[in-house]
């Protein structure tokens, strides 16, 4: 599995689909699941022997949340759905480096957003930092 | 030595701030954690307190230390000491904004803490700081978080010239900004 992470509109997913042209597109963001079953499905569905690209891996941790499931139970899904693959690119926007929000549910979103991705870095065979465009590889 | 480690929200900074005091204190020194979060309310007063007890476990003293720094040295044991400061974002967010609706320029508390945070690493073996980085959210805020940026802002890039190491962390990962591991 890859890791991709990097400010908005940074160009992550041009750059993944330029590098991976054949690669499938998983995007739950903009899938709009209507409660926790349809959003976990469309995992479910996602194909397994082709290279996968899951774009905005933060709108779906937000989803999940709002959805009331616990950041341990979306963990689990998240490892298993990377530990079933190795062709996979997870890219994630920096969302944590801001001033903290007043609302709860607001720091909660970026704070386990963030503990995710640390976990999702030790999965990682490679994790890089697009910036400009340009991927800096850190790990 | 200072040690400046910069991150955002759930970055992993906390737990590598911890290794690195931890490698630092081998030699038998004093651990200490200056806890400069405003505690609120019962259910954080609980939750405070169990991270308390974990750094027990650990064999690190933890002395709440909301504002004014150097007041936390004469609070600790003579002899060998590092200490684990976690973090910059509420000391200067306490610093700033008092209690009673009042606010100090952002500048002078600024300044403050700079000198105080100087004054005690002179006093110490080690000072591992841990700070935030909150700078990149593009949105405008009022004047007083205004300040507020410019004085974090102020704070880490001083002390970033101070620190022999300035390490960012990036999804857990460290990466050296400055100075060698």
């Known amino acids: 599995m890859i890791l991709w992470i990097g400010g908005r509109a940074q160009g992550k997913l041009a750059l993944a689909m330029q590098k991976w042209p054949d690669a499938k597109l998983l995007d739950l963001g903009e899938m709009e699941a209507n409660g926790r079953d349809e959003l976990l499905q469309f995992l479910e569905n996602a194909p397994r022997d082709e290279w996968l690209i899951w774009n905005q891996f933060h709108l779906f941790v937000r989803r999940a949340l709002s959805l009331g499931m616990e950041p341990s139970e979306i963990w689990e899904k998240v490892a298993s759905f990377a530990d079933e693959r190795t062709e996979l690119v997870v890219i994630c926007d920096e969302i944590g480096n801001g001033i903290v929000p007043m609302e709860q549910e607001e720091r909660r979103y970026r704070e386990e957003t963030g503990r995710m991705l640390c976990k999702l870095a030790v999965k990682a065979d490679s994790v890089e930092r697009i910036f400009c465009g340009i991927p800096v590889k850190i790990k | ?181």
Not at chain 2, 97 to 110: C, I, L, N, R, Y
Not at chain 2, 127 to 151: K, M, P, Q, S
Request: glycine share 12%; net charge negative.
């Open chain 2, 1 to 181: 030595m200072m040690i400046l480690i910069v991150g955002g929200s759930g970055c992993g900074k906390s737990a590598y701030a911890e290794k690195r005091i931890m490698e630092l204190s081998h030699g038998g020194a004093m651990r200490y954690y200056l806890a400069t979060m405003q505690v609120y309310g019962e259910e954080g007063r609980r939750k405070v307190q169990r991270h308390v007890e974990l750094r027990r476990n650990k064999g690190m003293i933890t002395i709440e230390q909301t504002r004014d720094v150097s007041e936390a040295l004469p609070k600790m044991q003579k002899g060998s000491k590092v200490v684990l400061l976690e973090d910059l974002g509420n000391l200067v967010a306490n610093e700033m904004f008092g209690e009673d609706g009042t606010m100090t320029p952002w500048e002078t508390a600024a300044d403050k803490i700079i000198m105080q945070l100087r004054q005690l690493n002179s006093d110490l073996d080690h000072l591992v700081i841990v700070t935030n980085n909150v700078f990149e959210d593009g949105i405008e805020y009022e004047e007083g978080t205004r300040g507020y940026l410019r004085a974090l802002g102020k704070v880490n890039a001083e002390l970033a010239g101070d620190a022999a190491q300035v390490v960012e962390v990036v999804a857990g990962i460290s990466l050296m900004v400055k100075g060698k591991e």
